[in-house]
């Protein structure tokens, strides 16, 4: 998203081993996922294993619930928009670190992550396939699918 | 109500009404000024919270900037982020509203030249309220296109008032400035209707009429046997009199006139003989086929490139619009031949013609004569020309990163060197033709011009149904109890932009399953255009698998941009109609009915623009819900109800009662990311307070049923739309009852299978909800306490 | 010209005029409509080409978007980087103009109401040509009132018309944005001068009077021992109401009304003893000083803070403005002693209230209950608190990188630490008080607090001279032919807001150069109360020491923003009163003669906002430059002549020749970094074409001798400026003839010491410039090919 | 300059020796000095040394003229301001590398990088005490006066 930087400050890249750190460093943790989830096996799977491995809460945005209860995950939520979402994260406080995982439009992860950072406290980290400015920690661009996949096996691993 | 008065050439118009004319009694809020109807606003923002997703940290509007206020700091001016965000929500509404009303200022000072102030407003026997939106806003029954100048007037006044509160110093409350662009959001919905009020009166547009005619839609309209003059934009009236121009000289068959944007959906309301293109989308792929002789320009939504575009390939331009000179000289009081050799020899790139009845003899005469020059035309890139561009692709993905959609070219380029052109055609499906990723290309690649070589398909046809213009009365009479009892499910109303998330064919699925489950849906600008060529195994186009009637299971295309004030004006009609609520100057109480009761849900999967912005603004204030795709995070506000919080209440005229309802609708404007949350969303927002027993259980069904299909699993929120049993979708009643009991922990008797203790509230067949005081106090006749 | 037609409470007026006054010959462009004329910002463009800097290489105006144009790529729409910038810059223009069109209306309206359409548009005897700007943009003479509406009716259209155009979409030529924006800043002087007039006639302020009252200004009018209103912005309204409660109630001497920003003016020019705090550079010192026991505020200015701001002190807030209601509740209507008492005891922080005339007896009321409650009233915070708030500065830098003027609050607070406080004196002379630095803060640190309190001398007091609105015809007859033919070497009009890049005093500095050089200064604004702060040793202000004459070291204050028409009218005047050419409708024509011979030149040291944008792009289209301080180069766009190009020419007239002139003025809007930048800047450019030798000389004397004295050197570009010897100062003569020999090659005859070859061209007494094709045909009776 | 990072691409930061390098393989560079000048003796003192030992062509703005030009410095221009002389720097494309130095308004000089940076070729580099992002190169900021200076001396004795 080399248009979208106009910040004050972009986020800070982030490894695995970073990602899983922090996970477990937090109080509530909570994954969310995007519509990218409906026609990526391998992200299903990824969620499935974190699950099971972390038992990380999941709230399911984008249609991905489809995939996720299909293949056994629990979803706290599934029916509400990645705006709804974003919402209730910044209004709750119900959670102190949030993950993003598998939005096929980036930029509308961008906007959210843009409000949770001005408008709430809660940590973000992307570990979307595309660098997202907006997060506290993000991954990085992944030019190959097959590098993007390796990284967030990589956060299973190191679990 | 307005008189022509000729004293010494002074002519007369009426600026004030206080008015004499006494069809209806007048309500509370004739002509609104800013902070009129701010009382409303805030019983809608105490719902709907607006929600801000800033696009920058940073706000430059004055020179005590560039300010940083992230996490909500402060400028130098004292304002916040999130104040900032509205102020920049309001300018965009703005700048929306005033391309209609500027429209509707061209459209009404030409017919008033032409026919005169008197000109009578005539829609028909079947539309006796012409004017819903002017009605309810502005107070008066307009009988003339005179009578449409004061409704602009005051249009212009308000918008200028509410412009000058974005100056720098002004509101400190974000929730003013949302209120002001709900106020701009209003107004611009009565200067669409003024728009196509005049241009459906004036040039004969069909009115109302179900069957109005299919007109062939598609980039196989564009033929490169003839000359072809393309259009493009809003403004009808150059087009108009191109097409005039060529009836008068018995040349219909010799020229092809082809539009892109709403002129074309416009064009072919004025005469069926015109074809349109399709989107934005299409433009710079129209071009690059080279196939137009001529492109006439008029306003709003136009490359602010089709010059520099249209002379690389030698295609002459005519403008037509003040709003977009493009840099031409003035020629309008030119000898017309010299125009046109200049235009056909390429002395000239193009001309500015600021008369539109001088356009359509330049502009039929320099087709022709570029067509006899060119001779035959080339259309798209040789396989070998894509291949030597392909060859020079380094694949460094500056393209990718600078596509709106991301799209994969680097990966498309890359199996394209190894011969394997499928993405490409993939790739085609989204690409909005922007030609960005040429911008960002190192390598200078003609990526659009490859897309198109060897994704796009350029004979494909559909076809759509000319705009109709407004939804008759009788049409209301027959709908208008079930929509408010709920057994039609609900009015959905596809308008908007071609910025779709992924490929196109989505919005035709969309609509194809709520016509299916035989909602309403009504549709208007690019999204029309685009359903014509959503096409079902045997080649039919939406249009020609449905009727064009309002009513279940019905697709009505009302027309272009402005023609969306036929969409409120037809939900502003059911509660004149069928509940007869009084109209005039009466906006609280009309919009208040809606919210409450009125199951209509805009979709807007490709909004991009500055107008779109406003109209679901405008949409917004009335109690309308707007479903948009992603793109439109970037309007960076969008109004998200909380379901958890308390502000979900009514005022019950018949118990009395502040009392509390089940959140719907919960949100106001809300973004979806695929097509499956649309669909659910949708269904979900027609869920409305006062839907009957048997309303809710027809809308829960599909509510339920859409969530099993599209997201897996019963939606997590079903339960609060419950008052009772008899809700409850029949077929899944007694397992709905266990999990009511089992997760929710309601009391269920399940002998007589009822609810005995659970839901927010019960159902009451006298159930007379309204948020607004005076409306409650005006049916109660009751003072309250405030 | 209006009428009152009285038909079952139907009133009526004038929409569209055709004219039956026959008081002048109408000229080629009354009410020109958008792109009317085109042609003349064509002429200046050309020779003016617009300068980009861009704020931000990216654009998000849509959802197409955020898109990359660095380097003058284009956007999804097609749009480059130079034309985004153009739009941005219509924009501005389009709400600072919108701004003073609301504020006019607001006055029309309630002037209107209160007096009827008829209430004459009188400003005396010795203004007869009332309405310059009307007469030439609009043409007609005003007679009345209710005339006025029918100008704002046409102004409001085309702001509408232009806001349309930067729809995404519109416009591919920055030049044709450009033109754009001179039509606003044109319309802008229009609606400027509706509003001043409206409130000259109706509130009988000074009508052109030099001696008009001297008024108390300074922070130190803000008296801790009396109860204290504190109005802030620009519409007189509330204002004028509360003087006139004090005066029907015998209060005038219980309470002290005191001004911020233009209200302040324009209150004053209604009655003197109203007092001037000063510019919004002070409204966050003054209500932290905590004296205000009520403040109003109105419209445009203030800032967005403020209810916030008051309610940390204890200050209820009245809001009264439609553009600013600040979140709070209307009270309009309701009991006016249940809303003071709401307000004195903090019940609610502030009330809105949309009635201007209800608005004094609830400000005066609320101010004395406040101050019997609060009893002695605590100002700034005490060496301890500071000391306090000092020793938390960790010196990490960030307010500095926050400041709009990178002041050194890390180095103050170092030397504090160590006792020395004596930096935050500098600091606090260049501070705007946008309170950034304690936003930016980590600590939490009160910073504005600081310099207040150690800074700035609160007790500060001067007079600036009540705004007297127009300058008389007689004046201008007086002064018409030594301004044209240059022996009063320039008017320097000092107009616009606070945001200056350096120390206060530096605008008194450059003026007093001025008026002690016996140039004409006009003043408006937040400029014309600074300069009521700008003492010489014996304390006298610039306004004590300088007659209020509109003549050669004269100091006139027109009055508030909105008498910036003032300015530009008595520029107009010189053209239609010593040149005697008409004006009515016939801009082109006046604006070319102003650009050519009339040495006017703006100076806007502090541009901070949209309307000053607006203002001096007014400016230029009527041929004026203007020097704006740096804080102005965000504006983004400049209009740099290049003196290096063959843009120079000009038709004469007498000679029928197209003649190349001298590069003069040269550049229409520049910045200049340092004072002494701009008052170079300043002499240049207020060379003109027309000159006659005596006035060329006089010009080139003070800008040789303000370039020596200020840069150290000759200018660079003198000798372009001389035509023959007899343009050359005449102390300097036999130095500068040497120096075209040596320097520049330049023959010279140093018998007769003539220039015998050299110079641009000859002087020629009949030289008649114009650069406008139908002026010269028209005074030539002679057609040009084109 | 933090609020003024909404830049497609920040300036590179440059150490003085490669200001040094730069200068030397320009083709005809040309520092352009600012209003800063007027209360910065030092500042004076390093353009004269500089003009002396580089022989570097000078254009002065902002009334930074005077000071230069009692200190014997030669200078190219001396009335125009910034805007002036970067539409002439853009327009004549006399120079391929130019400098800029003591602007006592920062934000005016970040406006005329800009404006070089998308519209014309030269390169540009800030040697000045608060880092240009619209530069092409800048100094980095200098948060103590007596560093800066040092780098500039650093320029001179590498010279
Ligand atoms: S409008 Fe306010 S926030 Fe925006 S740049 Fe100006 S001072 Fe800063
Ligand atoms: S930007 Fe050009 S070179 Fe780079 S990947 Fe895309 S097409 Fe290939
Ligand atoms: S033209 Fe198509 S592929 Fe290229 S950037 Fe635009 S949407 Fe993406
Ligand atoms: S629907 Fe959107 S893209 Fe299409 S013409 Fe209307 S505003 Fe433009
Ligand atoms: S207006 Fe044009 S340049 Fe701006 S964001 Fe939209 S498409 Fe991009
Ligand atoms: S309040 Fe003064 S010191 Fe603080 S940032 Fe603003 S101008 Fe600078
Ligand atoms: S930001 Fe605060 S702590 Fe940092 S230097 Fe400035 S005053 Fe001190
Ligand atoms: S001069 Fe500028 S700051 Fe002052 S009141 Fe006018 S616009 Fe506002």
Redesign the interface.
Known sequence: ?????????SATTIKPKIVVNMLNRAKRPVLIT??GL?NDERLVEFVYELQKRAGLEVI????S??????RDVN?R????????V???LT??QEYDLSLFLG??????LS??L??L???SNINTISICE?YQPHAKFSFP?F?KKEEYYKALEEILEVL | MVMDIHLNNVRIHIGRIVEEDEWEPMGPTPKPDVLDLRYWDQKLLERYEPFYAPMQDFCNLCTMGPCELSRNKKGACGIDLKTQKARIVVLACLIGASAHCSHARHLVEYVVEKFGRDYPIDLGKDVEIEAPNIRLVFGIRPKTVGDLEAVLDYVEEQLVRILHSTHTGQEESYLDYESKALHVGMLDHVAMEVADIAQIVAFNYPKGDPDSPLIETGFGVLDAEKPVILIIGHNVLPARNIMDYLEEHGMENDVEVAGLCCTAIDTSRYDPKAKIVGTLSFELRAIRSGIPDVVVTDEQCIRADTLKECSKVGIPVIATSEASARGLPDKTNENIDVIVEDLASGRLKGVLIRDPDKVGEIAVKTALAVRKRKGKKKVLMSREEVENEVRKCTGCGRCVFSCPHCLRIDVAMGLAKKGDFSMFKEIDRSCIACGKCEQACPKGIRIVDIIMSVGMDIKVKGRSRAGRGPITDTEIRKVGQPIVMGTIPGVIAAVGCPNYPGAREELGSIIEEFLRRRFIVVTSGCHAMDLGLYFDEEGKSLYEKYPGVFDGGGLVNVGSCVANSHISGAVIKIAAIFAKRPLRGNYAEIADYILNRVGAVGLAWGAYSQKAASIATGFNRLGIPVVVGPHASKYRRAYIGKFWKDVWWVYDIRSRKRMRVEPAPDALLVCAETKEEAIVQLARLCIRPGDTPQGRQIKLTHYIELSEKYLGCLPDDWHLFVRSEADLPVKMKDRLLKILEDEHGWKIDWKSKKIVEGPIRQYDPGFNPTIVEHVYEKYTGEKLLR
Chains 1, 4 share one sequence.
């Open positions: 998203m080399i248009a979208d930087v106009q910040v004050s400050r995007g519509g409906l399911a945005t984008g249609g619930s489809r995939a996720l209860i299909e979803v939520m599934a029916v509400f928009t990645l705006h709804y974003t919402q209730f209004d709750l939005f096929r439009a980036p930029y509308y906007r959210m843009s409000a950072k001005h408008f595309w661009d030019r």
